[in-house]
């Protein structure tokens, strides 16, 4: 019964991965659009069609990408994110979670192609290099924090993916409206990068309230598990670096001459941080957090 | 901005229009003083220092840290004790101890309380102020909005003032209904500015906590085999540190005794790995004076004696082994620990008989709790479970184990270097095989060794701290401060009656993109509510 839920799960992620794929391309060739309707001088009417089947692609996948997740959790008996490939299935999952979360406050449907290609790159690399069968809960992880502070944790880096995503769009927006970057055609249909940055603040600064909380439940359970709360693990490192750059960004938004460009230079440092932390440190770094699930 | 907003915050934050007239008279001693001081609690500086506090805390963890991975740092100087004696020298082996990693975080902290005093009281006149008079003009401000209407003046203070106060506005009405200029002028959103000051005062006390609280408290670890009661002094450990103002006073009198061990494991048929369930560990614990008390103690369920709290870190195998003299007489007998190496417990150990042989003796080999031999004539552990078929395999050594030198040696461990080998590897006898209950001559009529029985062992830290009931109301007050000051909008909204119009406009202070809709919004409720009462 186990192996046979496992085994849709890893179906179903796989046909996930197919569908972002497909929903990455449509959001590429919708810049692609984009671009020619700027060439012929034509604004940007609406979503075009490419954007729709796109935006509808997204949506299906992320809905055969949880039922995947859920599938995982069942077989396993506990949540489905305790290891390596769990925790990009999840990661990528939320990301895309925020990026629909998004979409009903403000129109960042612009951000698909970074987003699906994110997701489609992570997850792809995962399910091909970090697959592991489902094991049992090891003794070290028996513990309701498991499910609130990886939980969290995983949510925060989905609204710093989505906030580097808009970051990368404001420096590339701010650039074309000082002259440069002309041949990017399609930046004349994205939003004007004072905005962009407003957008990305927001989406930012949930981030990091939920960042802030990972790294006080993760310490009431290093408390409860190791004895002490704070004990420079390279995992708590990473995590209190992320921390101060995007403490930092916040600053650089409240400082003159520090709005802008390079706050946003901050929010993609702080993005690539937490991407290193992901990766790097968990493959390659030794520490107390050493749950890849891999040798 | 308004220059209310001017004095509370640096002068290079954004709130602030560009500061005026930069050229600087000559300064005095007490100038420059103030000069420094204006720099310290500048945002520039605060901003710097937090990048610069990121980039001070990467090589803690690209080397390891004393604190977390003594082990690491042992090995690392064994391999490489030319790049260790490097990084060594600038403390990179406790990053977070050292001279210029304190530098940083301590002028970051003198930064943000230079930054803090001053607005807190600022912030505590403010709350007491009524809010500020209505611009002569309220044109350029944001979501400026201009409706003509026939209600009175009155009217329109009357039902302005109603609608901002149920939205949380504190009002206060400026001018005169019969002069024709008469407006309210509101503010909001006073928590945003405390919740960003109690952030920052959590922090600082969190600091506090950490670096003076936990100044007291201690931890140590110890192996406690099955049976054999521990007291809690100082010399009782096997690793130990105090913090800076630890006195051995603190220790509480307590004795631990591991009385059984219960591990589950499942057995995973496809990758053919046993994967740990739960590990039980069975104390007794006595307080001076007390009875033996029965616990349970489980990973991630610390139990606690007294103020102290007793951590299971990890767990492993005891044999007994006994050796004797060649007329039969006792020179070693005890349980050792062997230190686990895979997953099926496959484990370490070393045991080192300094007397009482014609020579000193050590030896070291391995531990199989479940042992299969492969063709090659090596053993392996089938899985972590001892079935009663336990084997010991033990290379054997003579020769000057340095244990009379006074300095500390690692109990287990055995550096053969300057030993000779008698059993096992090239020394033409082979290497010792004991399965439980059995016994083995040793070579050249040493006598003889013994593996008697088995008993578990468990790890244990030992942690006294008062601190994190401390930490924890900071930490809360770090994210309670911190969600109001992001999420709550500090803002003034002003509604004036010019004429037969009405005028609406909004003040942001700090960040709040949504301002502008919040003044379309309560004007189109003003007029409703207007409206309301002109038909009732």
Known sequence: MTETLAAYSLVAIYSAIAVYALAFIAFVLDLGKRTADAQAGEGTAGASRFQRVAFALTILGWIIHVASIVLRGIAAGHVPWSNMFEFACMGTALTIAVFLAVQLWRDVRFLGSFILGLVVLLLGLSAVNFYVPITPLPPALQSAWLVIHVFVATLATGFFAVGGGLSIAQLLQSRREAGGLQKLRFLRSFPASDKLEAIANRVIIVGFALWTFTLIAGAIWAERAWGRYWGWDTKEVWTFIVWVVFAGYIHARATRGWRGNPSAWLAIVGFAAVLFNFTVVNLFFSGWHAYSGLK | ?536
């Not at chain 2, 001053?118 to 009524?130: E, G, I, V």
């Open chain 2, 1 to 536: 901005m308004t220059s209310a907003s001017r004095s509370d915050r640096p002068a290079d934050h954004v709130d602030n229009a560009d500061a005026p007239g930069v050229a600087q008279p000559r300064l005095g001693p007490l100038g420059y003083l103030r000069f420094f001081w204006r720099q310290l609690t500048s945002m520039r500086t605060a901003l710097f220092l937090l990048l610069l506090l990121a980039l001070a805390a990467i090589p803690g963890s690209l080397v390891p840290q004393t604190t977390s991975d003594p082990n690491g740092v042992l090995q690392f100087q064994q391999t490489d004790p030319e790049l260790y004696d490097v990084l060594d020298s600038f403390g990179l082996f406790s990053t977070f101890g050292t001279p210029w990693f304190s530098a940083i975080y301590l002028l970051l902290f003198i930064s943000l309380v230079g930054c803090i005093i001053p607005r807190t009281k600022h912030h505590f006149d403010a709350l007491r102020a009524r809010p500020p008079k209505t611009p002569a003009r309220l044109q350029k401000l944001v979501g400026f909005t201009s409706l003509p209407t026939t209600a009175s003046a009155d009217a329109v203070v009357a039902t302005a003032r109603t609608l901002l106060r149920s939205q949380g506005y504190r009002v206060e009405t400026y001018g005169e209904a019969s002069t024709g200029s008469a407006s309210v002028s509101a503010e909001r959103g006073y928590l945003r500015e405390t919740g960003n000051l109690v952030f920052h005062a959590a922090l600082v006390g969190m600091l506090l906590t950490v670096g003076v609280g936990g100044g007291f408290g201690y931890t140590g670890q110890r192996v406690l085999v099955q049976g054999e009661p521990f007291t809690n002094v100082r010399a009782s450990y096997d690793s130990f540190s105090g913090g800076r103002f630890f006195q051995e006073s603190a220790l509480e009198p307590f004795s631990l005794r591991l009385d059984d061990f219960d591990a589950d494991y499942a057995f995973d048929v496809t990758s053919g790995v046993w994967h740990p369930e739960d590990f039980t560990a069975s104390l007794s614990t006595r307080l001076s004076g007390g009875d033996w008390e029965p616990v349970d103690l489980k990973v991630n369920a610390p139990v606690p004696i007294g103020g102290t709290d007793v951590y299971l870190l990890g767990n492993g195998y005891a044999p007994v082994i006994t050796v004797r003299d060649p007329d039969g007489t006792a020179v070693f007998s005890g349980p050792v620990p062997f230190l686990q190496l895979d997953a099926n417990l496959w484990s370490r150990g070393v045991v080192k008989v300094p007397d009482g042989l014609a020579d000193q003796v050590g030896f070291s080999g391995f531990f199989y709790p479940d042992p299969v031999q492969l063709t090659d004539g090596t053993f392996r552990s089938f899985s972590p479970v001892d079935h009663g078929e336990s084997l010991l395999t033990l290379f054997a050594y003579t020769g000057d184990l340095g244990l009379d030198e006074g300095i500390g040696v690692n109990a287990y461990a055995l550096d053969p270097t300057d030993l000779t080998q008698i059993a096992g590897g090239d020394a033409g006898a082979p290497a010792l095989e004991l399965r439980e209950g059995d016994v083995v001559e040793l070579p050249e009529e040493l006598g003889t060794i013994e593996y008697e029985g088995l008993r578990r062992y468990i790890s244990v830290d030992i942690h006294h701290d008062a601190t994190p009931v401390w930490a924890l109301v900071f930490a809360v007050l770090i994210l309670g401060g911190l969600l109001l000051s992001l999420f709550i909008p500090r803002r003034r909204v002003w509604v004036k009656v010019v004429g037969d119009r009405i005028e609406y406009a909004g003040l942001a202070r700090g960040e709040d993109p949504t301002l502008a809709e919040a003044v379309a919004e309560f004007a189109q409720k003003h007029r409703d509510a207007l409206d309301e009462k002109m038909d009732g």
